[in-house]
């Protein structure tokens, strides 16, 4: 089955410390998009890459970085520069007018 | 705020319908979505509307568009328990990056049994 495969599903990090988060798809979509969602909020955008090697800054980009050398993978990483990292991560990838297709999210507490 | 707005809470018992709105901003928005997620999860994509249609049904599921007040909802019938999650609506609109998703802030729906 195709889909999107998060992991870990829980990541804690210490004070200090960067951390990665995965996110691969085997749906052959171009487009894939990382968001954050805090506590009772909607989601916001931090990086999303259209095609590989390319990628573009979302509304909160600042204390993470992303890479796009293949076309399954997206990595996220929270590098210490990001103050309030503890939230729900969620990944998605696009290839159509057919909406995003949504990872199950890793939930990242700082500890 | 949000440029898609929606309100925060809804609350209805089971058996009852419920209704979810949002309005969104972009006139040119060609799809618009409607998502669920439930505690911990990622977000499911419900189904989606294309500009030119009025309505459009999926089992317990309508969705009513009226483009002129840019009007979106969702109505879900003889709603469930397992109803109960987190709704989003999402607009399609094309940028300078491509077609991309707004999504508004999502509606907690509550059914008490």
């Known amino acids: 089955d195709g889909g999107i495969t998060q992991s870990p599903k829980y990541l804690f990090r210490k004070e200090g410390q960067n951390v990665t988060l995965s996110c691969e798809q085997n749906?052959?979509?171009?487009?894939m998009y990382w968001y954050r969602q805090d506590p009772g909020q909607g989601l916001r955008l931090i990086y999303y890459s259209q095609i590989v090697n390319d990628f573009q800054k979302g509304d909160i980009a600042e204390g993470y970085s992303v890479s796009r050398e293949k076309k399954e993978s997206f990595p996220l990483t929270v590098t210490s520069a990001q103050k309030n990292p503890t939230a729900f991560y969620l990944c998605?990838?696009?290839?159509?007018?057919?909406?995003?297709?949504f990872g199950s999210g890793t939930r990242l507490t700082v500890v | 705020g949000e440029d898609v707005e929606q309100s925060l809470f809804l609350s209805v018992r089971e058996g009852d319908s419920s209704v979810i709105n949002c309005t969104y901003t972009?006139?040119?928005?060609?799809?618009l979505y409607w998502y669920k997620q439930e505690p911990g999860a990622g977000l499911q994509l419900l189904t989606y509307?294309?500009?030119?249609?009025d309505m459009k049904q999926d089992q317990r599921l309508t969705v009513l568009l009226n483009k002129k007040d840019k009007h979106l909802s969702l109505r879900i019938a003889d709603t469930q328990t397992g109803d109960s999650a987190i709704y989003f609506c999402a607009e399609l609109r094309n940028n300078n990056a491509g077609n991309m998703l707004t999504f508004g802030g999502g509606t907690r729906l509550m059914v008490k049994p």
């Open positions: 972009d006139s040119s928005s060609t799809y």
């Open positions: 509307i294309f500009s030119n249609m």
């Open positions: 749906l052959n979509h171009d487009a």
């Open positions: 998605a990838s696009s290839n159509t007018f057919y909406g995003y297709t």
